[in-house]
Nanobody, 120 residues
């Protein structure tokens, strides 16, 4: 199983990010997909998740400016976050599991992470 995240980089505060995560080695449409992030010196934080049915669930700190979507035909999940702040700087990870959860231990498969840096 491989999860390949992409789309990170340097973004100005107030801008937006759009990350993609393409999955291989499992039946993507059967899986829930999650996004997490980890800033230096901090614990991994839940950003949001999408059920295989399309139902979404977001972390409290980002829910007003975050959208997660999926394209099962392309085995890809997307994360869009608007109104970026310097505190959004982190490595962003995608993860997959059969069930929808908001804790990292609930997900079996992980991507390698992509760095997002928000400049002030």
């Amino acid at each position: 199983v491989q999860l390949q995240a992409s789309g990170g980089g340097l973004v100005q505060a107030g801008g937006f990010l759009r990350l993609s995560c393409t999955v291989s080695g499992l039946t993507f449409s059967d899986y829930c997909m999650g996004w997490f992030r980890q800033a230096p010196g901090k614990e991994r934080e839940f950003v949001g998740a999408i059920h295989w049915s399309g139902r979404t669930y977001y972390g409290d700190s980002v829910k007003d400016r975050t959208t997660i979507s999926r394209d099962d035909a392309k085995n890809t999940v997307f994360l869009q976050m608007n109104s970026l702040k310097p505190e959004d700087t982190a490595v962003y990870y995608c993860a997959a599991d059969f069930t929808l959860g908001d804790r990292d231990y609930m997900f079996d498969y992980w991507g390698q992470g992509t760095q997002v840096t928000v400049s002030s």
